[in-house]
């Protein structure tokens, strides 16, 4: 059996879960987020979670479906969109897999401010940076260069795309909501073991994005070559 194509809601949904799920890496975060919000009751906790989601879908689909186009009317050429995309992919899930007790502490920087605060912090600090940073925004950009030329395959890709948005949205719903579980059925060890697993999927999808933008430059000078 063949593999889903990208024109596809299902191809899509594939090559954008797992990557966005490697770099928000939401059963990591619940370990902070546990930690940040220990001196707030259940019954916030459980609303913080709420909303966090809500945020952190309008955060996803908001890129995935607009950041490409963004750049490409600045003159952007989609393969050079991808090139720039999946090294920014490949980068990133590098220092993941190398380095993931800097990324936890990045992130519990981020974090941090939700302990000195008792205003909303739902959006900011806990959904903008900590949950969707610049990384996974820069991420959903990469993830949106890969969407077909032209047909009918557009809308289905971009319908894949705001599952997968929607699928991490419950993901860190759930993940946040039940921290406390989290923290017990894993620890610190097993999510960092966790997150160097999914690091190195991410890493995969960013060499694929570089191919595919490779592959369309390739294309590109072999028809000139041929005039």
Not at 38 to 50: G, Q
Not at 74 to 95: E, P
Request: net charge positive.
């Amino acid at each position: 059996m063949s593999p889903p194509t990208l024109g596809t809601v299902g191809g899509a949904f594939l090559l954008a879960f797992p990557a966005l799920f490697s770099i928000v890496n939401p059963i990591g975060a619940a370990l902070i987020f546990n930690e940040v919000t220990s001196d707030r009751t259940a019954l916030e906790r459980h609303r913080l979670a709420s909303r966090i989601a809500t945020y952190a879908a309008i955060v996803l689909v908001t890129s995935l479906c607009l950041g490409g186009f963004i750049l490409n009317a600045f003159g952007v050429s989609l393969s050079a969109l991808r090139i720039a995309g999946g090294l920014v992919v490949a980068i990133r899930a590098w220092s993941l897999l190398m380095q993931p007790a800097v990324h936890e502490q990045l992130k519990a920087n981020a974090a941090s401010p939700a302990q000195e605060s008792a205003d909303d912090i739902a959006f900011f600090p806990l959904t903008m940076p900590f949950t969707t940073g610049p990384g996974t925004i820069a991420v959903a950009i990469a993830l949106s260069s890969q969407r077909p030329m032209s047909g009918n395959g557009i809308l289905p890709f971009f319908g894949g795309l705001i599952l997968a948005a929607v699928g991490i949205a419950v993901t860190v719903w759930l993940s946040y909501r039940y921290s406390d579980v989290v923290v017990e059925l894993l620890g610190p060890s097993g999510a960092r073991t966790l997150s160097r697993l999914v690091a190195f999927l991410l890493l995969c999808v960013g060499v694929q994005i570089i191919v595919t933008g490779l592959t369309g430059v390739a294309d590109v000078i072999i028809a000139n070559a041929r005039r």
